[in-house]
């Protein structure tokens, strides 16, 4: 089985009442076993829980520490079970704290996993929302902003009537609205772009959006000045890191 069908797999099992999903791909650290590999499967729930679901192959041993940290190197924030060598262990942690599942959703936050013949790390991995085939509408690719919008109103109204009542969603809504999509318009290419916050709730959108707005507004709206104008190629917040 190859991991794309890894992947699909452990999303199937996670989409019933999932809010938002992500996923890391785990590559091997300098020091670690370079044949190992890992995929990591998480599912934020409305209450603020996680369930995660790990798989490894190749490790060289059993894991010593498995974790979930602030940025590639940073402290860790959330434990987990270590996994053998090769093999799936599954879990649940939780609840964070509002500001705990933004910096998760927002690609803030890494899985660290280490063994005794690598303590400094074995392999690692950005946590991303994940991208759902025929679910997952695009800004960075529609044909135009009327197409991203019809795509998001699509994939919002195949949502459970609760979740689509959420705040997550009214929020994902209005950035929608207002993101700067398609061929760049006259506003777009001579405003200074605004990246709104990730808001990917559902999995509709999980890339960050971008408005074409002053500073000023851009603060109101939560969102954090992009790297250039909203029609910028690759769009400025792609660039942004993390």
């Known amino acids: 089985m190859t991991w ?30 370079p044949e190992a590999r890992g995929l990591a499967v998480l599912t934020l729930r409305d209450d603020g829980t996680v369930r995660w679901e790990l798989r490894v192959a190749d490790l060289g041993g059993f894991a010593t520490v498995t974790e979930l940290r602030v940025g590639a190197a940073g402290p860790g924030v959330v434990a987990l079970t270590n996994p053998p060598a090769s093999g799936t262990h599954i879990g649940r942690f939780g609840p964070l704290a509002a500001e705990a599942q933004a910096a998760l959703v927002d690609a803030r936050w890494w899985l660290h996993v280490a063994t005794a013949s690598a303590p400094d790390g074995a392999l690692h991995g950005l946590i991303l929302p994940a991208a759902i085939d025929g679910r997952t509408c695009g800004c960075a690719g529609a044909a135009s902003g009327a197409a991203f919008r019809a795509c998001v109103r699509t994939a919002v109204r195949r949502l459970p009537r609760a979740q689509r009542r959420t705040p997550g969603v009214r929020a994902l809504k209005r950035a929608a609205q207002a993101a700067s999509c398609g061929p760049p318009t006259r506003r777009a290419r001579t405003r200074p772009g605004c990246c709104l916050p990730r808001t990917p709730a559902g999995n509709v959108v999980v890339e960050r959006l971008c ?32």
């Open 4 to 33: 794309a069908q890894v992947a699909a797999t452990l999303l199937v099992a996670a989409v019933a009442r999932a809010e938002v999903r992500l996923e890391a791909r785990l590559t091997p650290l300098p020091g670690g076993p």
């Open 211 to 242: 408005v074409p707005r002053a500073a000023g507004p851009c603060t109101r709206l939560g969102g954090m000045r992009a790297s250039g104008a909203c029609s910028a190629s690759p769009p400025a917040c792609s660039r942004e890191a993390p």
